[in-house]
T-cell receptor, first 112, second 113 residues
Framework: ETGVTQTPRHLVMGMTNKKSLKCEQH?????MYWYKQSAKKPLELMFV???????ENNSVPSRFSPECPNSSHLFLHLHTLQPEDSALYLC???????????FGDGTRLSIL | AQKVTQAQTEISVVEKEDVTLDCVYE???????LFWYKQPPSGELVFLIR??????QNEISGRYSWNFQKSTSSFNFTITASQVVDSAGYFC??????????FGAGTTVTVRA
């Protein structure tokens, strides 16, 4: 296993479902991130974790709930999502401030 | 406020042509970092280069080259002799002494055979 791995790659869910996105990094990095990428919009930073502690919540609605049990794993729990939440969700990790972030392949989420 | 502008939304070229992607940034900080990422159709963002604000030396890596000019707040990226495999989205990004990375809107490059 190398780099940053995200599962699932694709997810279709109804607005009342509950699901979780998973991210795992094998790079020994201390910081992990969730981004949202919608069509025609720049990547939006959602959450930042540094050494398992959340350091940034970029005004994300509470229907998105992150969890970081250790420096290698990051989850994004989803519940009661809206159609406008359909997007590509990208996970990234980095060694520290100012260092390159390394991204996973993303989870393409579709809300019915 | 920090901001990254990539004015070119889409660029289409024929194979072997050179293509230059523009990136203009805004900041009042003296210490910052600039990045370029490539996003192929598969979705993953691939890190290409990192520059800190104190290093204005231009860089060349194979067919890729970068021109960093603090005087014009620009960090442009050129692909020389483009190939079909270069077709992708390209994103410029900016960060400071924190964990936030601000991305530009991206430029989609299409290289036709």
């Amino acid at each position: 296993e190398t780099g940053v791995t995200q599962t699932p790659r694709h997810l279709v869910m109804g607005m009342t479902n509950k699901k979780s996105l998973k991210c795992e990094q094998h790079l020994g990095h201390n910081a992990m991130y969730w981004y949202k990428q919608s069509a025609k919009k720049p990547l939006e930073l959602m959450f930042v974790y540094n050494f398992k502690e959340q350091t940034e919540n970029n005004s994300v609605p509470s229907r998105f709930s992150p969890e970081c049990p250790n420096s290698s794993h990051l989850f994004l729990h989803l519940h009661t999502l809206q159609p406008e939440d359909s997007a590509l969700y990208l996970c990234a990790s980095s060694q520290g401030v100012g260092q390159p972030q390394h991204f996973g392949d993303g989870t393409r989420l579709s809300i019915l | 406020a920090q901001k990254v502008t990539q004015a070119q939304t889409e660029i289409s070229v024929v194979e072997k042509e050179d293509v230059t992607l523009d990136c203009v940034y805004e900041t009042r900080d003296t210490t910052y970092y600039l990045f370029w990422y490539k996003q192929p159709p598969s979705g993953e963002l691939v890190f290409l280069i990192r520059r800190n604000s104190f290093d204005e030396q231009n860089e060349i890596s194979g067919r890729y080259s970068w021109n960093f000019q603090k005087s014009t707040s620009s960090f442009n990226f050129t692909i020389t002799a483009s190939q079909v495999v270069d077709s992708a989205g390209y994103f410029c990004a900016l960060s400071f002494n924190d964990y936030k990375l601000s991305f530009g809107a991206g430029t989609t490059v299409t290289v036709r055979a």
